[in-house]
């Protein structure tokens, strides 16, 4: 079984600080993780995608995540929030095959002027 | 090269009537995804489709609900003699073929409300 665990429903961060959003994950096989961010009344958009190979994995819009599996996380970060990053985020797990995902509660993040 | 299309965006029903809710694939897609996400949550997997055959329904409700995917037109999600707490929004996916190098597109939802 797999599960997704984000630490913290609400983030609040300034324009042109640090965005670190933390997903938490459970899975019995190899996982497969995902971020996406969905905007108001729309749907989701993959932000990034750890499979395998390298652990730092770059998305869109500047937005990256590290696979940690000793700690079994994978937080997504950006150097420099943006208005435009207000949305919320999804993390979520796959088992080894097919597009099946396990979804987080999801984190709202805001971004302060 | 239009998206995920689902329609409609927003449905109200009452209780006891049925909802019906359409998915079209990205054009070429055969995996159809479907998920729910009740309010303040996130979604989760209701049913795994490809053309004509159910693949994956874990997700799904034992009763009431139903999905389908023919060979021609759109996906169907099908609920009938909805209730309150089917109140949601529930999303649709797709993607050419089965696996993680292949990223699913998801559709806007449809925001199902029962009154």
């Known amino acids: 079984a797999q599960s997704v665990t984000q630490l913290g429903s609400h983030v609040s961060v300034s324009e042109g600080a640090l965005v670190l959003l933390r997903c938490n994950y459970s899975?019995?096989?190899?996982?497969?993780l995902f971020w996406y961010v969905q905007y108001p009344n729309q749907g989701l958009q993959l932000l990034l995608k750890?499979?395998?190979?390298?652990?730092l994995v770059k998305g869109i819009n500047g937005f990256e995540a590290e696979f940690k599996k000793s700690e079994t996380s994978f937080h997504l970060t950006k150097p420099s929030a943006h208005m435009s990053d207000a949305a919320e985020y999804f993390c979520?797990?796959?088992?080894?095959?097919?597009?099946?995902?396990?979804f987080g509660a999801g984190t709202i993040l805001r971004v302060k002027s | 090269n239009a998206g995920v299309m689902q329609n409609p965006r927003h449905l109200v029903r009452r209780r006891g009537q049925e909802a019906r809710l359409r998915c079209s694939p990205v054009?070429?897609?055969?995996?159809v995804y479907w998920y729910r996400q009740l309010p303040e949550e996130g979604l989760k997997f209701m049913v795994y489709?490809?053309?004509?055959?159910?693949?994956?329904e874990s997700g799904m409700p034992k009763e009431r609900f139903s999905a389908e995917f023919p060979k021609e037109g759109p996906s169907i999600l099908r609920i009938q003699q909805v209730v309150r707490g089917d109140s949601a929004a529930y999303f649709c996916?797709?993607?050419?073929?089965?696996?993680?190098?292949?990223?699913?597109?998801f559709g806007q939802g449809t925001r199902l409300t029962v009154v």
């Open positions: 899975s019995s096989v190899p996982p497969y």
């Open positions: 979520a797990v796959s088992a080894s095959h097919g597009n099946k995902l396990v």
């Open positions: 489709l490809q053309k004509e055959n159910i693949i994956d």
């Open positions: 996916a797709s993607s050419p073929e089965q696996g993680l190098n292949t990223e699913a597109f």
């Open positions: 054009k070429g897609h055969s995996h």
């Open positions: 750890y499979t395998t190979g390298a652990t």
